[in-house]
């Protein structure tokens, strides 16, 4: 995979989105549940079962910037069934082994942001590389830049997942 910097065109790509999903969560709406904001991303699944859906992220802000997106709609990890939570942090345990031995990561963090006043739950993977520096919150906020280049990441994510 590759990490570009993103071009002007790119970035009022991402701006346009971003403020369409904001449009939606003031309005009570879910972009998630919508369907038609975010643009189909099949060709970035690494892994896929009844409860989640894990993808590359299109911006990531590292190599291997994953997201495990709950498909249910919930506003934050307070309402989920202790039986979909189970399943879900052992599918992202599951990603962070694949993320780890593919990208001889040193470590994943992981996030959740409930923004907006209508947030659809997700999780944020972000491998720690080597060479990258041990403050780990520096990692939540580097500059995102496009993904390249990853059908043969997402084909080995996806072995490693299976
Ligand atoms: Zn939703």
């Given at each position: 995979?590759?990490?570009?910097?993103?071009?002007?065109?790119?970035?009022?790509?991402?701006?346009?989105l971003?403020k369409?999903?904001?449009?939606?969560?003031?309005?009570?709406?879910?972009?998630?549940c919508?369907?038609?904001v975010?643009?189909?991303a099949?060709?970035?699944?690494?892994y896929?079962?009844?409860?989640?859906?894990?993808?590359?992220?299109?911006?990531?802000?590292?190599?291997?910037?994953t997201i495990?997106?709950v498909?249910?709609?919930?506003n934050?990890?307070?309402?989920?069934?202790?039986?979909?939570a189970?399943?879900v942090?052992?599918t992202?345990?599951?990603?962070?082994?694949?993320?780890?031995?593919?990208l001889?990561?040193?470590?994943?963090?992981?996030?959740?942001?409930?923004d907006g006043?209508?947030?659809?739950?997700?999780f944020?993977?972000?491998?720690?590389?080597?060479g990258?520096?041990?403050?780990?919150?520096?990692?939540?906020?580097?500059?995102?830049q496009?993904?390249?280049?990853?059908?043969?990441?997402?084909l080995a994510?996806?072995?490693?997942m299976?």
């Amino acid at each position: 995979m590759n990490l570009q910097p993103m071009d002007e065109q790119t970035r009022e790509v991402r701006a346009r989105l971003m403020k369409q999903v904001t449009t939606m969560q003031e309005a009570g709406e879910c972009p998630t549940c919508h369907g038609s904001v975010y643009p189909p991303a099949m060709n970035r699944v690494i892994y896929e079962d009844e409860i989640v859906l894990c993808l590359l992220e299109t911006y990531p802000r590292n190599p291997g910037h994953t997201i495990v997106m709950v498909k249910a709609h919930y506003n934050d990890i307070s309402e989920l069934p202790p039986e979909v939570a189970a399943s879900v942090f052992s599918t992202i345990q599951r990603a962070i082994h694949a993320l780890k031995t593919h990208l001889r990561a040193e470590k994943v963090y992981l996030c959740t942001m409930c923004d907006g006043k209508r947030n659809h739950l997700h999780f944020q993977l972000i491998p720690r590389l080597p060479g990258d520096e041990i403050r780990g919150s520096r990692l939540f906020v580097k500059e995102r830049q496009l993904l390249t280049d990853y059908n043969d990441d997402v084909l080995a994510l996806r072995r490693l997942m299976a």
